[in-house]
């Protein structure tokens, strides 16, 4: 099993910054590719950014690109969002997910492609 907790949610200006964390614990070396989904009231979770083990290779949607930044430092198990330039669509529980390594996907960009999820971080943008 692997547990992932978020932290860094808050309530920030439009135009503004946060930066998400994502903490993983139990069997990280399970695990392979990490994403950000979040979910806003009412509505579906939808795909944010997604990244793989090594780092090399990240993607975004495209409501997000040029303002976020998935990163991640293997070494503390953590896997971060920077958001810029924050939007009050951008309000929403933003949740942390792991895809399973052994598990065989052509997608990293939809829940079902994840094995682990976090419980979730509030990000409230006022505008």
């Known amino acids: 099993q692997v547990q992932l907790v978020e932290s860094g949610g808050g309530l920030v200006e439009a135009g503004g910054s946060l930066r998400l964390s994502c903490a993983a614990s139990?069997?990280?070396?399970?695990?392979?590719?990490m994403a950000w989904f979040r979910q806003a009231a009412g509505k579906e979770r939808e795909f944010v950014a997604s990244?793989?083990?090594?780092?090399?290779?990240?993607y975004y949607t495209d409501a997000v690109k040029d303002r976020f930044i998935i990163s991640r430092e293997n070494i503390k198990n953590t896997v971060y969002l920077e958001m810029n330039s924050l939007k009050p669509e951008d309000a929403a529980v933003y949740y942390c997910?792991?895809?399973?390594?052994?598990?065989?996907?052509?997608?990293?960009?939809?829940?079902?492609?994840?094995?682990?999820w976090g419980q979730g971080t509030q990000v409230t943008v006022s505008s």
């Open positions: 997910a792991a895809h399973l390594a052994s598990r065989l996907t052509d997608s990293y960009t939809s829940r079902a492609d994840y094995d682990y």
């Open positions: 139990g069997r990280t070396y399970t695990t392979s590719h």
């Open positions: 990244i793989s083990r090594s780092g090399d290779s990240t």
